[in-house]
């Protein structure tokens, strides 16, 4: 039977550990719809389905657990803390079918599962900037060793790939048909480049090895549990307004971006896994464009904020139009965002006070 691992207890985990805490499933066929209305249904035949999720203790990896918990599935969760935090699990953890194992997947690593998630890979630009070549590698290891896991077991796979494969697009909205607009020699290549190879690995490792894979393209998405530091323009722009600094903005702020709030996009991910329609790619983000200077002035209103707004020089490559076609996962899918910008800015907002105050509180009890 799965175990609860107390979080002063998940480094004591190896890999090995995933194989020998797993059960054999004895649930009869059946179909097991989706939360969020009802989605697809279950490509397996169990009702509980054993899941894999690479970066599990990241922002997205970390709902994405406790969705797939709440469905009942069980659950093991892997992450070497390179960019997550050991707080987004508290919520996976209090719940017996969830296991966690600390481990870089840049190393191989076993188990037997139905499903595996990869998210594993820094996200934000300023992180993986700071060790690009170390981002390359997991982003090519990482999804190698998922792959092979995958083609040893039999589990389906599906790769959290990104809208920055299509670097600074020029068409607009991007179709998954679009080849993107890629400086591969670039600082931001370490990432765009890593993706692209994930890509084709995972593709390959379906036509010449008849592995079950999927492939989604994630557009910019935000909420709860975002790192305040992580240098994503939603999480840098709270912070600042609720400090009362002036928020940041790079070049003119007419750059435009589309954002997609969390539970939308983890719904996105679970029908994408278990469709039969496609393999993918598949484009998941929300098609409604904000610019960068309308997103900050939203933001110092609703924090009611004193900040003003300073201009930085613009990054090298920082696209200037980010817009998802989500033509195919309305069709192929039966998805598309549901959350209105504000709502989710003010739910961030609300995660971002909160924590402010947690921490305040736990150095307040250090002193």
């Keep these: 039977m799965s175990q609860y691992y107390a979080m002063q207890t998940i480094k004591e985990l190896t890999h090995f550990a995933i194989a020998t805490m797993l059960e054999p499933l004895e649930v009869p066929l059946c179909t097991a719809s989706?939360?969020?209305?009802?989605?697809?249904?279950?490509?397996?035949?169990y009702g509980r389905v054993k899941i894999l999720v690479t970066g599990a203790a990241g922002f997205l990896g970390s709902h994405l657990c406790d969705r797939l918990l709440a469905e009942g599935h069980e659950v093991t969760g892997i992450d070497n803390f390179l960019t997550g935090h050991a707080r987004n699990l508290e919520t996976a953890l209090q719940d017996p079918a969830f296991s966690?194992?600390?481990?870089?997947?840049?190393?191989?690593?076993?188990?037997l599962h139905d499903q595996i998630y990869h998210l594993a890979s820094p996200a934000s630009p300023p992180l993986y900037q700071l060790d690009?070549?170390?981002?390359?590698?997991?982003?090519?290891?990482?999804?190698?060793?998922?792959?092979?896991?995958?083609?040893r077991t039999g589990a389906r796979m599906l790769l959290a790939s990104t809208s920055e494969t299509y670097g600074d697009p020029e068409i607009h909205p991007q179709p998954e048909t679009y080849n993107g607009n890629v400086n591969h020699t670039g600082p931001r290549a370490c990432y765009d480049e890593g993706k692209r190879i994930a890509e084709t690995l995972t593709f390959d490792f379906n036509r010449h090895h008849g592995v079950d894979v999927r492939v989604v393209r994630i557009f910019n998405t935000y909420g709860p549990r975002m790192n305040a530091e992580d240098g994503r323009v939603i999480s840098s722009f709270i912070s600042q307004a609720l400090c009362g600094q002036d928020i940041t903005v790079f070049g003119t702020g007419m750059q435009t971006r589309s954002f997609c709030y969390y539970d939308d996009l983890v719904d996105g991910l679970c029908r994408m896994m278990n469709t039969k329609e496609t393999l993918g790619p598949v484009n998941l983000g929300n098609p409604e464009e904000i610019t960068v200077l309308e997103l900050?002035?939203?933001?110092?209103?609703?924090?009611?904020?004193?900040?003003?707004?300073?201009?930085?020089?613009?990054?090298?490559d920082d696209p200037k139009q980010r817009r998802p076609d989500i033509t195919r996962a309305r069709m192929l899918l039966g998805w598309e965002p549901t959350v209105p910008l504000?709502?989710?800015?003010?739910?961030?907002?609300?995660?971002?006070?909160?924590?402010?105050?947690?921490?305040r509180q736990a150095a307040g009890h250090g002193a």
């Design 34 to 45: 989706l939360l969020h209305g009802g989605g697809p249904t279950l490509w397996c035949e």
């Design 100 to 111: 966690f194992v600390e481990h870089d997947v840049m190393a191989p690593f076993d188990g």
């Design 132 to 151: 690009p070549i170390r981002t390359a590698k997991i982003n090519f290891l990482g999804t190698l060793n998922a792959l092979e896991l995958a083609r």
């Design 296 to 316: 900050a002035r939203t933001i110092i209103d609703m924090t009611a904020s004193l900040s003003g707004i300073a201009s930085a020089a613009l990054p090298q």
């Design 342 to 359: 504000r709502t989710g800015l003010a739910r961030t907002i609300d995660h971002h006070v909160r924590l402010a105050g947690q921490n």
